[in-house]
């Protein structure tokens, strides 16, 4: 008579377990490598936006003065919101019109680091 028996080896429950503590572990370090990517990119894209708020200003005041680009002058630094704005205004060499570069520097984990804007103001 022939007994037939039916279930998993105590092998084959330890490295299924193994396996899957694997699987678990890389998944945890992953989760955390792809929270500090979103913090970093929520920081990133805030700079950003401050960058473009300002050269927008300064395009408002640009257009505002007469003769045109009368007040645009460089300024800075300003911190909002943990990130701090710089910018400078040259007089393009062709001379109709300012070459703004607006600086946002803002600080990590892994030390400082800044994002730059630069545009054209025509006059």
């Given at each position: 008579?022939?007994?037939?028996?039916?279930?998993?080896?105590?092998?084959?429950?330890?490295?299924?377990?193994?396996?899957?503590?694997?699987?678990v572990v890389?998944?945890?370090?992953?989760?955390?490598?792809?929270?500090?990517?979103?913090?970093?990119?929520?920081?990133?894209?805030?700079?950003?936006?401050?960058?473009?708020?300002?050269?927008?200003?300064?395009?408002?005041?640009?257009?505002?003065?007469?003769?045109?680009?009368?007040?645009?002058?460089?300024?800075?630094?300003?911190?909002?919101?943990?990130?701090?704005?710089?910018?400078?205004?040259?007089?393009?060499?062709?001379?109709?019109?300012?070459?703004?570069?607006?600086?946002?520097?803002?600080?990590?984990?892994?030390?400082?680091?800044?994002?730059?804007?630069?545009?054209?103001i025509e006059?």
């Amino acid at each position: 008579m022939r007994h037939t028996r039916s279930g998993f080896t105590l092998v084959e429950v330890l490295v299924a377990i193994t396996i899957l503590t694997i699987g678990v572990v890389a998944m945890a370090g992953s989760a955390a490598a792809v929270t500090r990517m979103i913090g970093r990119g929520k920081i990133d894209t805030r700079a950003a936006q401050f960058a473009t708020l300002k050269v927008d200003s300064l395009r408002v005041a640009a257009y505002a003065t007469t003769p045109r680009c009368a007040a645009l002058v460089n300024g800075g630094p300003v911190t909002t919101d943990n990130v701090t704005l710089s910018w400078g205004v040259l007089v393009n060499p062709n001379g109709t019109g300012r070459d703004v570069s607006v600086s946002a520097s803002y600080r990590t984990v892994r030390g400082a680091r800044a994002e730059v804007l630069t545009t054209y103001i025509e006059c």
